[in-house]
DNA sequence: TAGATTGTTAATCGATTAACAATC
DNA sequence: TAGATTGTTAATCGATTAACAATC
């Protein structure tokens, strides 16, 4: 882990996730005309701790704020997708085509992020063949394959809880490395995929529980 | 902050975080027809610390654990929804009935974690009227009458990012204290309201940006 | 009993916040 | 210059992990 320590670019896991929220501000700001942002500004906004956010920050930015100034957006934003790999692009593979399946398939928002769902996966024969938001949906059979050629490392699972496991089985055995689960349970992995779990009805709950915390 | 220190009842906010975990998992097992469970069981297939687990348990639990057996699964079941406040059924809103919204409409999982979803509203004419998931999809002009008659906290927003900030100032001044955004872009809010902002594309990159690293 | 598993107290680790000198 | 804003080092805070005695 003492690979290149030339300037601390060591970054911590919380400032990455911190980074999207921060690309999301800047892009606002440079639409409306802005061409310098101080990190006191982006705090406020964000209602995060202003020394949070200079630290963060001071580990992304490859060319130092200036004091008085700020730092200059457009160069941030560069330097915040080098971080986020926004340039490389990822390819993925979505299994499950049913209402979460196709609101996914026809999510815009996933290119501006450098990701791209190939195409969708089912076994109902009747949406085999049809294309939802420009992606084609394939027959399983296909999947493996698929995988291979593409070299696909990542899968979106919109299965339903029942089928879930077996599907990740599948999935891991045809070299797939990382999944983003939305069937609600937990998925039993081998060690070296990753694994991100969307609960959204957990979520929500969170939510509401701080809610009812505040009164 | 000195409230109720009987039994060091503060729960943190990571444990929370956990628990809808626990509880999914613990779901599984009653259904495979098992009675006890013990921490160590659930760490492994969890794959968590053991010692983190067991103290997560111990925060929640009203009856403890027993040396030899580990905990009684429906008892710890019933302490999890209590602290989750799966119990207090969460009623919420809907705005915006676009391929997004309407799977949210139509979410099963919701109802399993005490959240109702009353009614899915949006502009467009040809929607209002219709069922989604049997929630009515109504007209904005009776999105206020309907959080001041039923008293409704939560909100979610899955309207385009154009017009979440518009959308969200009016939700607050209807008196919705709690908001869960689905666009992607930054809302700014007033003290006392809480968010949580879902950035799917953002969640996404966060998977395949840690896959890169194990390369 | 012997052994597994519990709950709790102490030690470590990581992230946030505070303090402050350096800079334009 | 004076003042705002930067980057960095130190202090605090919170969460995780380790150690261990207590219990069935």
Not at 17 to 33: D, W
Not at 67 to 90: A, C, Q, S, T, W
Not at 152 to 181: C, M, P, Y
């Amino acid at each position: 882990m003492k690979t290149n320590r030339n300037k601390s670019i060591i970054i911590m896991k919380s400032t990455l996730s911190r980074l999207p929220l921060y690309y999301c501000f800047l892009k606002e700001k440079i639409n409306e005309g802005e061409q310098y942002i101080s990190s006191s500004v982006i705090a406020e906004s964000l209602k995060l701790n202003a020394i949070l956010v200079r630290k963060d920050l001071a580990g992304v930015c490859s060319v130092p704020g200036k004091p008085r100034l700020g730092f200059e957006i457009e160069k941030l934003m560069i330097d915040i997708e080098e971080h986020l790999g926004y340039n490389n692009v990822n390819e993925s593979v979505l299994i499950g085509v049913g209402r979460l399946g196709r609101t996914l398939l026809s999510y815009e928002g996933f290119m501006n992020y450098g990701l791209n769902i190939v195409a969708g996966f089912d076994v109902d024969e009747d949406l085999i063949g049809l294309k939802i938001g420009g992606k084609p949906i394939l027959s399983m059979s296909k999947l493996e394959s698929m995988i291979e050629r593409l070299n696909i490392r990542t899968a979106i699972i919109a299965v339903s809880k029942e089928h879930a496991q077996a599907i990740s089985d599948k999935l891991v055995s045809f070299g797939i490395k990382a999944i983003w689960n939305f069937a609600p349970t937990h998925i039993d992995l081998p060690e070296g995929v990753i694994i991100k779990n969307e609960n959204l009805a957990a979520s929500l709950a969170a939510l509401t529980k701080e809610l009812s915390k505040n009164l």
